[in-house]
């Protein structure tokens, strides 16, 4: 007699295309135009760790408010800049680490910019700005997907997690691990992967909490391991009262 299973029918790169089909519908189509310049995305997504939006921005701002650019950041005393960005998480790690970021664009560049990052494979680019202090495989990611239209799919906790619940990927696949599981299920079509990382992240952040996941408003619970194993098989009374689309009531969703 074989082993019971909570697994649902589908295998894992079925149900990360119809995790992509579904959330696409669900929160709407998100067109692939860089949300903010590549060194701000860059800085920005490094003071995001473990830090609320609006306390990132706050960081940011008067970072570049007290300093005035990105020569005035690198030469200022580190605990100067620590101060500035003290609503991050780890503002006394983080200000050394920018300074270096900026040291070493400059050194090698010859001014403030991650342009040249257009130009580059994939794998360089990755390469390249995962080297820096403080940055991982997300944030390189986010940088070369957002801005330079590369074809990666940046993976953080909410992705992760929504992830591994409905068995996109397997329950101890690594965040890092991810990136290229993930990856090889998709297209190589950097607005798929845009709206893949977009969706998933909200889906994460307002629907499958990490705490409680709401999967009574979740589109995704007919093919869902988690909700298997908590509800079993979905009632077909669940299934028609589950929303398919995002409600204007229930939040704004932050890009
Ligand atoms: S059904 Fe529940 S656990 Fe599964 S993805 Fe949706 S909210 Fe998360």
């Not at 149900?15 to 929160?27: P, S």
């Not at 020569?71 to 680490?97: C, K, N």
């Not at 998709?186 to 990490?210: E, M, S």
Request: glycine share 4%.
């Amino acid at each position: 007699m074989s082993a019971p299973t909570t697994d649902t029918p589908l295998s894992p790169e079925q149900k990360t295309w119809q995790n992509h089909q579904i959330l696409h519908e669900f929160y709407g189509p998100l067109p692939l135009e860089p949300r903010r310049a590549p060194m701000r995305e860059l800085i920005s997504t490094l003071l995001s760790h473990r830090t609320t939006h609006a306390d990132e921005e706050l960081a940011y701002d008067r970072m570049l408010e007290e300093f005035g650019d990105w020569e005035g950041v690198l030469a200022a005393p580190v605990a100067a800049l620590a101060h500035a960005i003290r609503t991050t998480r780890w503002p006394d790690t983080q200000a050394p680490r920018i300074q270096e970021i900026l040291r070493r664009i400059k050194a090698e560049q010859g001014a403030f910019t991650l342009d040249f990052l257009a130009d580059w494979p994939v794998e360089q680019g990755l390469a390249w700005l995962t080297d820096m202090p403080g940055i991982g495989l997300k944030t390189a990611s986010l940088v070369l997907l957002f801005n330079f239209q590369k074809p990666v799919l940046p993976v953080d906790t909410h992705v992760h997690r929504v992830a591994q619940r409905v068995g996109m990927i397997g329950p101890k696949t690594s965040v890092e691990k991810a990136h290229q599981v993930l990856l090889a299920q998709l297209p190589k079509d950097a607005v798929i992967l845009l709206n893949f990382h977009k969706h998933n992240y909200w889906h994460g952040q307002h629907i499958c909490f990490f705490t409680k996941p709401d999967c009574a408003r979740c589109p995704l619970k007919s093919f869902c391991n988690y909700y298997l194993e908590h509800y079993g098989p979905p009632t077909p009374a669940a299934l028609a009262a589950t929303p398919t689309h995002w409600q204007r009531e229930w939040g704004v969703l932050l890009h």
